[in-house]
């Protein structure tokens, strides 16, 4: 079953604007990832976060995590046309010795420039 | 040039006959895993394995069979037990010890009609 939900589905908006996906999980977890999706291509590994860590950045990327909420936000910040994808959160746990990505239905970004 | 590669990107079967796509990873890593996407969709675990000789069922495996006899290779065969076998495939390695992060393949577009 699919563990993450991220909102919004689809998400429109101008260059240079920042772009906020929000993404809603269940259980718990020791990680979460954000992931992103070029139309018909592979996955791209975005960006980790540890359950134990609230904020992380990686260049225009800032990811944060509340596992009180069960909920992580990824904010694009002065948004570019290439930035348009679909964006994938995937909770990560281990059980029984092994290691797996449960992945939601993802944001559809769309950057018009 | 290293990285995982999808064979191939696009395939066409009739209904009834089994069809094996083929994932190979030269990144040395010791997990591999099968994913499905349906349009719209996040993506959803059928196979995965975490050593040679040895894999999981994900959760979705009916109607589908793995085998890896190489730790560089994952082929999975979609068999005509799967009811409704039209969707993109996507393959990914892990380096089970110090990472979390999955690598994609291109994927393969798979339609049975």
């Known amino acids: 079953s699919q563990q993450g939900e991220e909102d919004p589905q689809a998400l429109s908006i101008q260059e240079g604007e920042n772009a906020t996906m929000n993404c809603s999980y269940k259980?718990?977890?020791?990680?979460l990832q954000w992931y992103r999706q070029n139309s018909g291509r592979g996955l791209v590994h975005l960006i980790l976060?540890?359950?134990?860590?609230r904020e992380k950045h990686s260049g225009r990327l800032r990811v944060t995590l509340d596992t009180s909420k069960k909920s992580s936000s990824l904010l694009i910040t002065a948004s570019r046309a290439a930035d348009t994808a679909s964006y994938f959160c995937a909770t990560g746990n281990s059980g029984a010795g092994s290691y797996q990505l449960t992945f939601g239905k993802g944001t559809k970004l769309s950057v018009i420039p | 040039d290293g990285g995982i590669t999808q064979s191939p990107k696009y395939l066409f079967r009739k209904e009834g006959q089994n069809v094996t796509l083929s994932c190979e990873q030269n990144?040395?890593?010791?997990?591999m895993y099968w994913y499905r996407q349906d349009p719209g969709q996040g993506l959803r675990l059928i196979y995965y394995s975490q050593i040679v000789n040895d894999f999981q069922k994900g959760d979705i495996a009916e109607g589908y069979s793995v085998s890896r006899e190489k730790k560089e290779s994952f082929p999975l065969t979609v068999t005509s037990a799967q009811k409704n076998p039209t969707a993109f495939y996507l393959c990914?390695?892990?380096?089970?010890?110090?990472?979390?992060?999955?690598?994609f393949g291109p994927g393969t577009r798979l339609t049975v009609t």
């Open positions: 976060i540890r359950s134990n860590e």
């Open positions: 990144l040395n890593h010791d997990a």
């Open positions: 990914a390695s892990r380096q089970a010890i110090s990472s979390y992060e999955q690598y």
């Open positions: 259980t718990s977890i020791n990680n």
